[in-house]
């Protein structure tokens, strides 16, 4: 009987504590269920959730970042889509390729010459080096030049690349250096460096008020037309004949002592003079004046505004250069 008891008490035990077994397996269950449903944590200290929250703020970032790219690339498409559709001939466009070839205009847009002038040129087809057409190239077709006066004032040679940007040719307002008509090879060969090394130059687009007093400046000269000589070509001179040749040297001659000098053209007498053009990058030079006498006189200073010199040219053409204390050079 007693062994009966024992045997039932043992069998309660064992129920009891089964029963209390499985409650805490089902309270451990539900934890995990609730920690699943949650923030289930990967091992790295850190819950998925935050996880997403910092990968949705990264997300945001880069968008936003993407559409500031985004912004500056239709700004930039924009631009250049407005310089595509720019008049290359009006003067506005003019105007910008004038200042960005001649960085001096920017501040004023009048440089040193408050009456110059601006003369807009097609030179498609003409020769570079005019003086020894046989031996130099031709402008290829879209090539432009913008001539100031007096000379002075500038020259700009360039070709339009659609996209903002134009090609500068270091062209030769004149040229001085023999060689250019006495040898053929330097000729050839400078006219061909001068076009195959071009200067890519950004249109100036900055100060507006600037640019407008360039553009007032500009005239339209049409496709400009040269006077060719043929230096140094034998067969070009027997075409032509010696005797006609000697007949139009003698006729230019004539012309360049019979004209008359103007505030148009007094600089180019000078420059002529100096066998260069004028050094504006060292010097300031005066506005000409005519005399009483019919000859016309301008000085020039240093870039500190101390007096350089000064030169006077007579109603004949003839310059006369003085030393800053007034003695003949």
């Not at 200290?45 to 690339?73: A, I, Q, R, V």
């Not at 032509?240 to 040297?249: A, I, K, P, T």
């Not at 020039?300 to 053409?317: H, M, Q, R, T």
């Amino acid at each position: 009987m007693k062994f009966r008891y024992l045997g039932a008490g043992l069998l309660a035990s064992t129920l009891l504590l089964t029963a209390c077994g499985q409650g805490d397996k089902s309270e451990d269950t539900k934890s995990e269920s609730k920690s699943d449903s949650g923030s289930k944590s990967d091992g790295s200290g850190f819950s998925n959730s935050s996880k997403k929250e910092d990968n949705s703020s990264n997300s945001s970032s880069e968008s936003k970042s993407e559409n500031h790219s985004d912004s500056d690339s239709e700004k930039e498409n924009s631009k250049s889509s407005s310089s595509e559709n720019e008049d290359t001939n009006s003067p506005q466009y003019l105007a910008k390729v004038w200042a960005a070839a001649l960085p001096a205009y920017r501040d004023t847009g009048r440089g040193q010459f408050d009456d110059m002038k601006i003369t807009h040129y097609d030179v498609s087809g003409n020769v570079l080096n005019p003086y020894n057409a046989d031996n130099s190239i031709k402008f290829p077709e879209g090539t432009q030049m913008l001539s100031g006066s007096p000379t002075a004032a500038g020259l700009v040679t360039y070709s339009n690349n659609g996209d903002g940007t134009i090609n500068v040719y270091n062209v030769p307002s004149h040229f001085h250096d023999p060689r250019w008509l006495e040898s053929n090879s330097f000729s050839q060969s400078e006219s061909e460096r001068i076009m195959n090394n071009p200067k890519v130059v950004k249109l100036y687009d900055g100060n507006q008020s600037a640019l407008d007093a360039i553009a007032s400046k500009i005239e339209e000269g049409g496709h400009n037309s040269q006077d060719i000589v043929y230096h140094n070509s034998e067969e070009s001179q027997a075409d032509r004949g010696d005797s006609d040749s000697s007949s139009d040297d003698s006729s230019s001659d004539d012309s360049s002592s019979s004209e008359e000098v103007t505030r148009e053209n007094v600089i180019d007498k000078v420059e002529e003079y100096e066998g260069h053009n004028l050094d504006t990058s060292k010097y300031t030079y005066k506005e000409p004046e005519q005399k009483g006498d019919g000859s016309w006189g301008f000085s020039f200073d240093d870039k500190e505004g101390n007096l350089a010199g000064s030169y006077i040219v007579d109603p004949d053409g003839h310059v006369t250069e003085y030393d800053a204390d007034g003695n003949e050079v």
